[in-house]
């Protein structure tokens, strides 16, 4: 059985950072690929980033330059480091597991 567990949201101030942490447990690759999702009230849900199994990453292009995905595969841990937040930033962000296993979310609110 697969899990995927998220933490680090919460509220902070534009202009702010925040680091999220996923964590795997159960069955796990290194070569997965791992990804962060997220979704704002009453929009689609969309793809933040990425991390091959090789170290290769992808951002969406509205957060590129500002949040930055690492894997650490011995721990089974993925991170998400937010910086310089806006709060079109404002979401729930999901972590997932080779594309198919999903985190529960954690919520991240960028306001003043």
């Known amino acids: 059985q697969i899990q995927v567990v998220e933490s680090g949201g919460g509220l902070v101030q534009p202009g702010g950072s925040l680091r999220l942490s996923c964590e795997v447990s159960?069955?796990?690759?290194?070569?997965?690929?791992m990804y962060w999702y997220r979704q704002a009230p009453g929009n689609q849900r969309e793809r933040v980033a990425y991390?091959?199994?090789?170290?290769?990453?992808g951002y969406l292009y509205s957060v590129e330059g500002r949040f930055t995905i690492s894997r650490d595969n011995s721990k089974r841990m993925v991170y998400l480091q937010m910086n310089s937040l806006k709060c079109e930033d404002t979401a729930v962000y999901y972590c997932?597991?080779?594309?198919?296993?999903w985190g529960q979310g954690t919520q991240v609110t960028v306001s003043s």
């Open positions: 991390i091959t199994g090789s170290g290769s990453t």
């Open positions: 997932v597991a080779r594309g198919t296993f």
């Open positions: 159960g069955s796990f690759s290194s070569e997965w690929t």
